[in-house]
Nanobody, 121 residues
Framework: QVQLAESGGGLVQAGGSLRLSCVASGKIFSHNAMTWYRQAPGKQREVVAG???????????MYADSVKGRFTISRDNAKNTVYLQMNSLKPEDTAVYYC???????????WGQGIQVTVSS
């Protein structure tokens, strides 16, 4: 089992910044992907950004087109933590943000409880 704890959300004005953190604990897999998703009211959950650890894709990142150039995902493997630095926030970034941990090759993945990000105009 892997437990995920998200932090760093809150209320910010448009143009502002926030940094989300997701700490993984429990059985940590050497080859994993940690991905941020978000879900706005009335909309489906969507991928925001992801980063892999281990294997041939170690360090690879991906971003949704809507956040490229504004958001940066990074990790601290020693702390089993992934960060999402969100700059130039827009009202349309308002959503509940979820951290997902996938143990690559195992078929298992885990979700955090979600954290609210609200961007006011």
């Amino acid at each position: 089992q892997v437990q995920l704890a998200e932090s760093g959300g809150g209320l910010v004005q448009a143009g502002g910044s926030l940094r989300l953190s997701c700490v993984a604990s429990g059985k940590i897999f050497s080859h994993n992907a940690m991905t941020w998703y978000r879900q706005a009211p009335g909309k489906q959950r969507e991928v925001v950004a992801g980063i892999t650890t281990g294997g041939s894709t170690d360090g690879n990142t991906m971003y949704a087109d809507s956040v490229k150039g504004r958001f940066t995902i990074s990790r601290d493997n020693a702390k089993n933590t992934v960060y999402l630095q969100m700059n130039s926030l827009k009202p349309e970034d308002t959503a509940v943000y979820y951290c997902n941990y996938e143990a690559l090759g195992s078929g298992y993945d885990y979700w955090g409880q979600g954290i609210q990000v609200t961007v006011s105009s």
